[in-house]
């Protein structure tokens, strides 16, 4: 068993070097580090799974594959994280399976950001979780897609990368605690970073109308 201390003390980029050179115990040792991803989406996905009835082994057969995917391709020149990363191919594939057996039932579940991805059973919409819900909603007039994915390009050059991985995985509808879980932290300190991004957001929107 691998110590937490190990665990702890680790440099993934190393890791991900010595996996590229087929290092199996480098390859065990990123899978035990972040194998807790894989639970945290088959949970997230598990009631379109279930409906579908996709065996079990074909559903973690999928999830490793996307995890081999997010160590092969990660690149920290331009992608915020591992973890986030690897969260995100992992998703690709279980969103591709999802669709594979029903592509007609689930054309909801597409690989782009939505402000009115609904992202918890209250019916939550990301557009809520970065806004005020009020009249003066600072995503309130971004419908269309260009000015949202230039929101998006402002929105990373401007945030920090923790501000970044939460609104990232926040846009892919996962819940607080889905992402409390991730990147293991409090919900508290998810909501805080979520304070923090409606400030950046106002702010942005504010310059590009001046």
Do not use: H, W
């Not at 999928?62 to 998703?91: H, M, P, Q, W, Y």
């Not at 990232?168 to 819940?175: D, I, K, P, V, Y």
């Amino acid at each position: 068993m691998i110590s937490e201390e190990e665990l702890k003390n680790t440099n993934d980029s190393e890791l991900i070097m010595m996996y590229r050179d087929n290092d199996e115990d480098a390859k065990n040792l990123l899978f035990y580090k972040y194998r807790y991803i894989i639970d945290i989406l088959i949970n997230k996905y598990m009631r379109f799974l279930a409906n579908l009835n996709i065996d079990y082994q074909e559903i973690i057969s999928e999830c490793n594959v996307g995890f081999s995917d997010g160590l092969r391709c990660f690149d920290e020149n331009k992608d915020a994280s591992l973890v986030t990363f690897v969260t995100l191919c992992i998703e690709r594939r279980l969103n591709s399976i999802i669709r594979k057996y029903n592509r007609d039932k689930y054309k909801g579940l597409q690989e782009t950001y939505s402000l009115d991805f609904i992202y918890d059973d209250n019916n939550s919409r990301l557009m809520d979780a970065i806004s005020d819900n009020s009249k003066n909603d600072p995503l309130s007039n971004m419908a269309e897609e260009e000015k949202y994915q230039e929101l998006i390009k402002n929105l990373k050059d401007a945030l920090t990368q923790r501000e970044y991985e939460v609104f990232s995985l926040m846009a892919r509808g996962f819940t607080y605690l889905e992402i409390a879980d991730i990147l293991k932290l409090t919900p508290k300190q998810v909501d805080n970073t979520m304070q923090r991004l409606k400030v950046k957001v106002r702010k942005i929107l504010e310059e590009e109308e001046n």
